[in-house]
């Protein structure tokens, strides 16, 4: 299978999903990390990455803390629309 995995920030990938990611690695899935904003950290995403062995690690250049969701993404589910 193959496995995208977004992420707002350098590290988030190792510290929200590193152990689920490298598992999936372990049982043979394609891994491909995306993370949008770069904050000094690229040589340390790329090298944790690596230790994951996730297959391809993309970088966008989205300004770090713009990233806003579409108007009505996120909804309560208590309260009427």
Do not use: Y
């Not at 929200?16 to 995306?34: D, F, K, N, P, Y």
């Not at 690229?42 to 990455?49: D, I, V, Y």
């Amino acid at each position: 299978m193959n496995i995208l995995g977004v992420f707002a920030h350098p590290d988030d990938e190792t510290l929200a999903m590193g152990g689920t990611l490298a598992r999936l690695s372990q049982e043979g899935h394609e891994i491909t990390v995306c993370i949008l904003c770069i904050r000094h950290l690229e040589m340390e995403a790329r090298q944790a990455c690596a230790m994951l062995v996730v297959k391809t690690l993309l970088f966008k250049q989205f300004p770090d803390q713009e990233l806003k969701p579409p108007i009505g993404i996120f909804r309560s589910p208590w309260r009427p629309h």
